[in-house]
């Protein structure tokens, strides 16, 4: 491969291995101790990976032998990966008993995302096409139906023509199922009405929608411990990135060119 892409994949490979050792003399540092459960958990799923795509030691060995590894070098290194595993989250739940979550933040957090917690639903039909002539066109048509019948006559006459990527019944939906443009429209229109061609980021929608269901939304106290969770988590990988970055930082990290298996070998 060139020399610019080589150059990237070293500093990535050898900032990866350094990054695990600063974590690892951080955790001996603060005296954190690893959880050997999280071990032989990652061990156990990667072993069963391996063990799916590679059945039996002697496949695996096959494969091993184009690396110039043996079985016993392979699980040191798997064991290496989950012992770095474990360091980073014992790193990351020592970062969590620092991080404070207040009423204001989850108040903010419920509001912003009290659409989604909506359970109403909307049961919609839509013919999708990727130029707004042809949606222009469809629409002409199916504007004036008013009967489930009447628009899938209109999804059958356009399902195989060029530019109609979809013509679907999309069932019932939450809102913030679909993206944003689709479901404000869906949500504003009344049952058997036939929408103007509405624009996302797939192409040109035009949608029927035949039916509507009044759901409810849970209350600020009913999301409060799911929304403590989600910002905590939150708080904790941006602390856990800066953290990671500052060790970094500190860490002389010796850049070197990786050599084949064959070099590493002879």
């Known amino acids: 491969t060139d020399d610019e892409t080589m150059k990237a994949t070293n500093e990535t490979i050898f900032n990866t291995i350094a990054e695990q050792k600063a974590l690892a003399q951080y955790a001996e540092e603060k005296k954190l101790t690893t959880d050997q459960t999280n071990i032989d958990s990652y061990v156990t799923t990667q072993e069963a990976f391996v063990n799916y795509l590679l059945p039996g030691d002697e496949a695996l060995q096959q494969f091993l032998d184009t690396k110039f590894l043996t079985i016993a070098q392979f699980k040191e290194f ?20 620092t991080i404070k979550v207040t009423d204001g933040d989850i108040k903010k957090y419920y509001d912003e995302n009290k659409a989604s917690y909506d359970t ?35 999804m ?10 979809e013509a679907a019944d999309l069932g019932a939906f939450t809102k913030s199922t679909m993206v944003t443009e689709f479901s404000d429209a869906a949500f504003g229109m009344d049952v058997n009405t036939v929408s103007e061609p509405v624009k996302t980021d797939y192409g040109y929608h035009v949608i029927y929608v035949y039916d509507k269901k009044t759901g409810e939304t849970p209350s600020l106290e009913d999301k409060k ?8 988590s939150e708080k904790v990988t941006e602390e856990f990135d800066k953290l990671k970055t500052k060790l970094l930082n500190k860490f002389k990290v010796k850049i070197n060119d990786i050599v084949t298996p064959a070099e590493t070998y002879l």
């Open 78 to 97: 798997m064991k290496q990966d989950a012992t770095a595993s474990a360091v980073s989250k014992a790193v990351q739940a020592d970062l969590e008993t």
């Open 156 to 165: 059958a006459k356009y399902q195989a023509t060029d530019g109609i990527q």
């Open 225 to 232: 411990e799911e929304i403590t969770e989600t910002l905590k």
């Open 120 to 154: 109403s639903t909307v049961s919609a039909k839509h013919i999708l096409a990727t130029e707004q002539a042809l949606a222009d066109q469809v629409y002409a048509e199916a504007k004036n139906a008013k009967t489930v019948e009447e628009f899938d006559a209109i």
